[in-house]
């Protein structure tokens, strides 16, 4: 089911003109961008001798082998043997290629192909929020475990005490979740934050609602009733490592445009190294979803989450 998927490996902005290892799923890949800039993913082994052609170079629409300079077009194709320039390759000569799309600032990638789309990105064309990439971080834990703190909204007046919580105000009201085809939907979800944005300048009640549209990612739009008009989208993209460790971006669509590129970023950032060092801690680190952890009823939207992987038949990253 995993492979299916499409799941984020890297920020557009990081492959440029050099060849680029990343890993996805326990697999090791290498993206590179052809002479147009179309990106490319290739499995990082060279199947001639096994050399990881990552440590290769692009000439033109070819990535070169690093080891014996074989050459290979977009398609994975063998085009050119160095050693041996007048040998046409067969057909078998070939390097394993995957599906590459860019979206949202980042290269995604599936391993199999399937009928799932290109994942929509909510308020990326909305020209009224302000779009920005925050990330890569690389967390010792699965890819679920991660998504679950993100819908999460006990641990705000621990975990971001002084931020997006504090512990005087973290009763919750009840929230509505529905299942559909689609994904999950949380709506009715209320926080008391006194700071639920870089730009907030008093404590308010916020207003959340939560969807997940995959297994691996997921949106939050808040809307702070102290900021009359004020929209924040904020969406969390997960790549899964290996079962254990994780990769994650969050792509923003906020209303702030007076802040600089740094100044957000630096506020994203100190909310997720609150949530990091706790994620870590976990354990197990692959999210039970039967069994093994107690729940209350503050937990409602984290328990349709589990219920939702069971239902998408995923095995990466949960036991």
């Known amino acids: 089911m995993e492979s299916t998927l499409w799941h984020p490996v890297c920020a557009s902005d990081d492959l440029g003109a050099a060849p680029l290892a ?35 170079r692009v000439q033109g629409d070819l990535l070169e ?17 160095p050693a041996a ?55 010792a834990t699965s890819a679920p475990r991660i998504v679950e703190n993100f819908l999460d909204l ?36 209320r926080a008391w934050q006194p700071q639920s944005n870089r730009l907030a300048q008093q404590g308010s009640e916020v207003e959340y609602t939560y969807t997940v549209p995959g297994p691996y990612r997921a949106m939050l739009t808040k809307l702070p009733q ?11 993209f997960v790549c899964p490592i290996e079962p254990e460790r994780s990769r994650v971006w969050f792509r923003l669509a906020l209303t702030d445009f007076d802040s600089s590129d740094d100044d957000l970023r630096a506020f994203q950032h100190t909310i997720f190294t609150q949530d990091q060092p706790v994620l870590e ?32 038949g995923i095995t990466f990253g949960v036991c």
């Open 22 to 56: 990343v890993r996805l799923l326990e697999r090791d890949l290498v993206l590179w961008r052809d002479a147009g800039g179309q990106a490319r993913a290739f499995n990082d082994q060279c199947p001639h001798r096994g050399a990881r052609l990552s440590l290769g």
């Open 65 to 81: 082998c690093p080891y014996h300079g074989w050459r290979f077009e977009g398609s994975g194709q063998c085009v050119a043997i």
């Open 85 to 139: 320039p007048e040998f046409t390759p067969p057909a078998g000569h070939r390097v394993g290629c995957f599906d590459v799309a860019e979206t949202a600032g980042l290269v995604w990638v599936r391993l199999e192909a399937s009928e799932a789309a290109l994942p929509t990105i909510d308020g990326e064309d909305d020209p009224r929020l302000r779009k920005l990439t925050v990330g890569p971080y690389d967390v």
């Open 154 to 189: 006990s641990h705000f007046g621990f975990v971001h005490e002084g931020w997006l919580g504090d512990r005087e105000h973290v009763a919750q009201v009840p929230y509505q979740v529905s299942e559909s085809a689609a994904g999950l939907l949380a709506t009715g979800c």
């Open 226 to 236: 102290a900021q009359s008009g004020y929209r924040d989208v904020i969406h969390l």
């Open 281 to 312: 801690s976990q354990r197990p680190r692959r999210l039970p979803l039967s069994g093994g952890e107690l729940h209350s009823a503050a937990d409602r939207l984290s328990t349709a989450y589990r219920r939702y992987l069971r239902q998408q």
